[in-house]
């Protein structure tokens, strides 16, 4: 069944389309034009715009890519056309970039703030529920910068760029912080059975307990709690 399937198959048209086996010669041709068309096209952009990019940045080369990708193989896209689309995004672009330069209220309407998501080693929470970021997500990234707890934390910011930055706290101001280790919230406690610090899993607030009923968080209201950790981030 599949033979004769594979021998009732056009192969032409299954392999070209409507377009004639000369066509591919002229893809070759028009990838290598487009191809030039991206290096020029980036080399004036310069390299902030081929490094972090920013949200109307990442539309920039979206839009490039757009424009490059349809004429190396649809016959009925023009080059011409593509290379006027290139210019028209390269014009905006370099607009754009001089009023972000000239105006902090148009640079901070296209390209965002950076936000404060942690500060003295807890969670900035309102903040942090503005952002698209999940807290695993979050986490997988402190710990990639050797953090294992927030109390290792003075400050973390989200660039506009989505990079985070992160403030450390001198080893001897290092305090007791919720640890983000791997399996470290999965087992949070309403009753303390052994005096000590313990964190708030929700927004990181930390301070001392004894034993019995381990109350609501005073700052999100939540009642689950970890046991805190004071170690000294390994550099």
């Known amino acids: 069944m599949v033979s004769s399937f ?4 056009e192969w032409k048209e299954f392999l070209m389309g409507q377009e004639e086996w000369s066509f591919l010669l002229e893809i070759v041709l028009r990838t290598f034009i487009m191809f030039l068309t991206i290096i020029i096209g980036l080399r004036i952009l310069g390299k902030r715009g081929v490094k972090q990019l920013s949200l109307f940045e990442l539309v920039v080369i979206i839009g490039l890519g757009s424009a490059a990708g ?8 023009g080059i011409a056309s593509s290379i006027i689309v290139f210019m028209v995004i390269i014009f905006l672009y370099t607009s754009v970039t001089y009023l972000i330069g ?12 950076s936000i404060c998501l942690i500060e003295n080693g807890e969670f900035s929470i309102e903040n942090f529920k503005k952002e698209n970021l999940g807290s695993d997500e979050f986490f997988a990234e402190l710990r990639l910068r050797g953090i294992s707890h927030l109390g290792q934390i003075e400050r973390a910011i989200e660039e506009v760029s989505g990079e985070i930055s992160v403030f450390y706290f001198e080893d001897r101001e290092v305090k007791f912080g919720l640890p983000i280790m791997p399996g470290s919230l999965e087992n949070p406690v309403k009753t303390i059975s052994v005096k000590g610090f313990y964190s708030c899993t929700f927004c990181g607030y930390t301070e001392e307990k004894n034993e019995g009923d381990a109350g609501h968080c005073c700052k999100c209201k939540k009642d ?10 390994v550099t």
């Open 6 to 9: 594979l021998l009732q198959l």
């Open 70 to 77: 349809d004429p190396m193989f649809y016959k009925e896209v």
């Open 102 to 113: 000239k105006s902090k209220v148009f640079e901070k309407l296209l390209e965002g703030t």
């Open 224 to 233: 689950r709690w970890i046991g805190s950790s004071n170690k000294r981030r």
